[in-house]
């Protein structure tokens, strides 16, 4: 190689050193390349690059040593001839034997040394390692010598640069990450979520806005106006011109043919001079529907309140005005006991609620005969009904079972009362008792209205009532499975109905039972 030659192969290297995190390497394959390249340019036989770290030098790579050194070496500042260089920054040129006790070898060689070069690899004054190559029988050279320096010198420029874009790429990470977070945040909100400009088109929209706007392509870049075309979208945008932030509208979306309710809650700002609003959606068709219940309900219960107590003052006044004969006497009485039974039983309804509702329902258990109760509160219908004929059947005679007699009786107490109130008169109805696997299982039949297949899935949920000429007439405010259901299954049981429309139903609830010897 002539004098230009050797020139230009100089400045590729050092071209190359400088270069290597352009191509976005780890600072591990840096090192690697710097030491090959040095190793290579130099001629040398072996050589290590070495980074200062917490006050010492890490052999980071290394040509001709073990493993086990380069892995667990760490050189003091000061010692050795790499941490005398990388405390002083002097770069050293060391030709023949070396005696000094100042570089006494930190590091464990075989092979002989004639020659060696080492240059600390300083950035802007810093020192961030050492570079170290050497010869084992010729010797280098002074020339060499400086253009080592300037190898080791941009080096550090690679490695602070790699380090630049480690920190950069870590931090490009970490807002990617924010950034993926904030979307997985927006995506699994429990609102919808819309993003538009001035001009309505939108630009962002969660999956729930999605699938609440039953959109089949991306909502990104559509209109805002089409999806809820009774909003008066121009109004309101004006109003967050003028700094209104935050206003709550109502949406109607232009799919629900009426049926859904949204709540819409619209923020504007300026964003580097541009206008965004976000509307967050919130379905409330059914917190509507709950609200225009609990109204009914009110509504319903005065009736059923009014009803019975109309009817029971009607009688009483009767019986104070007029002398009657003691059986005409008895009729009007009964009337009465029927009526306030009913009013009873619906003010056990709403308590039973109340209870539920501020979490003071209580169980309390004790060991009963369940056939006792059900035989005596068959009886009592019998007696109180005798247009109806109540039959009562049992597997077998004093069944003991756990549970609370003044809920259960309840229970009792309502598939009964429901099987007369959903059964014209003359009706039958049969109470049974069975045992199977370790449950006593309740049913009471009648041959009623019966309850249409689509409606049986939903008579046991609050206030739901299925809308036949009976239940107009025979008043309700439909609680009473819905706290039969909460009663068993708090005792550990279930309740279930089978029903044929216009055969008749079999209501059936079942509690856990073990069988004592
Ligand atoms: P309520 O009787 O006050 O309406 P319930 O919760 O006791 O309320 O019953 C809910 C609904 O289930 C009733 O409105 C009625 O439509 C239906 N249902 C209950 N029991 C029977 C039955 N034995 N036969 C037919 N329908 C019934």
Redesign the pocket.
């Known amino acids: 190689m002539d004098g230009k030659e050797q020139f230009a192969e100089q400045l590729n290297v050092l071209y190359r050193i400088s270069n290597v995190l352009s191509s976005g390497m780890d600072l591990d394959k840096i090192l690697e390349n710097i030491l090959n390249e040095t190793v290579d340019l130099f001629a040398a036989d072996a050589g290590s690059v070495m980074l200062l770290e917490n006050g010492s030098l890490r052999i980071c790579k290394a040509a001709k040593l073990s493993d086990d050194i380069v892995k667990n070496t760490r050189i003091p500042l000061g010692h050795g001839i790499a941490g005398t260089v990388a405390s002083t920054g002097e770069s050293v040129l060391l030709n023949g034997k070396v005696d000094s006790s100042q570089f006494s070898d930190v590091v464990e060689r075989v092979e002989s040394i004639s020659s060696s070069m080492c240059s600390a690899m300083s950035y802007n004054g810093k020192v961030v390692g050492v570079l170290t190559i050497r010869r084992a029988d010729t010797t280098f050279t002074e020339e060499q010598f400086e253009f080592f320096k300037s190898v080791a010198a941009q080096a550090a420029v690679a490695l602070e640069m790699a380090d630049l874009y480690r920190h950069e790429h870590e931090r490009l990470e970490r807002t990617n990450a924010e950034k993926r977070h904030m979307l997985s945040i927006f995506s699994h909100m429990a609102d919808g979520v819309l993003v538009f400009d001035d001009s309505f088109e939108i630009s962002f929209a969660n999956e729930l806005a999605q699938r609440m706007l039953h959109a089949w392509g991306p909502l990104e870049g559509q209109d805002v106006r089409m999806f809820f075309p009774s909003v008066p979208w121009k109004f309101i945008v004006e109003g967050a011109k003028n700094n209104e932030v935050s206003k709550e509208i109502d949406l109607l979306p232009v799919l629900s043919h009426g049926e859904e309710q949204w709540r819409g809650l619209l923020t504007s700002w300026t964003d580097e001079g541009v206008l965004v609003h976000v509307l967050v959606m919130h379905d409330v068709t059914e917190r509507i529907r709950v609200e225009r219940m609990k109204t009914e309900f009110l509504s319903s219960v005065s009736h059923e309140l009014k009803t019975p107590l109309t009817s029971i003052i009607g009688f009483l006044e009767l019986l104070m005005e007029r002398e009657m004969k003691r059986e005409r006497q008895m009729r009007c009485l009964s009337i009465c006991r029927d009526e306030s039974g009913r009013l009873l039983r619906?003010i056990e309804?709403v308590l039973m609620v109340a209870k539920l509702e501020n979490g003071s329902f209580r169980v309390s258990k004790s060991h009963n005969m369940i056939d006792v109760l059900l035989s005596e509160a068959v009886s009592n219908f019998a007696e109180r009904y005798p247009s109806y004929t109540f039959s009562y059947s049992g597997d077998c005679d004093k069944v003991g079972v756990d549970y609370d007699e003044v809920l259960i009786n309840q229970v009792v107490t309502?598939?009964l009362?429901?099987?007369v109130?959903?059964?014209p008169n003359e009706g039958r109805i049969a109470v049974r008792l069975m045992i199977r696997n370790g449950a006593v299982v309740v049913s009471?039949t009648?041959n009623?209205?019966?309850?249409p297949q689509e409606?049986l899935p939903f008579?046991?949920e609050?206030f739901?009532?299925?809308?036949?000429s009976?239940?107009r007439q025979?008043?309700?405010?439909?609680?009473?499975?819905?706290?039969?259901r909460h009663i068993v299954e708090a005792h550990g049981g279930s309740i279930w109905?089978e029903?044929e429309e216009g055969k008749?139903?079999t209501?059936f609830f079942a509690l856990p039972y073990e069988l004592k010897n």
Request: hydrophobic share 35%.
């Open positions: 619906l309804d309502n598939l009362s429901n099987a109130k959903y059964t009471v009648d009623g209205v019966g309850i409606k008579i046991f609050k739901y009532r299925v809308d036949n009976l239940t025979t008043g309700g405010v439909g609680l009473g499975l819905a706290n039969s109905a029903s008749g139903s209501f």
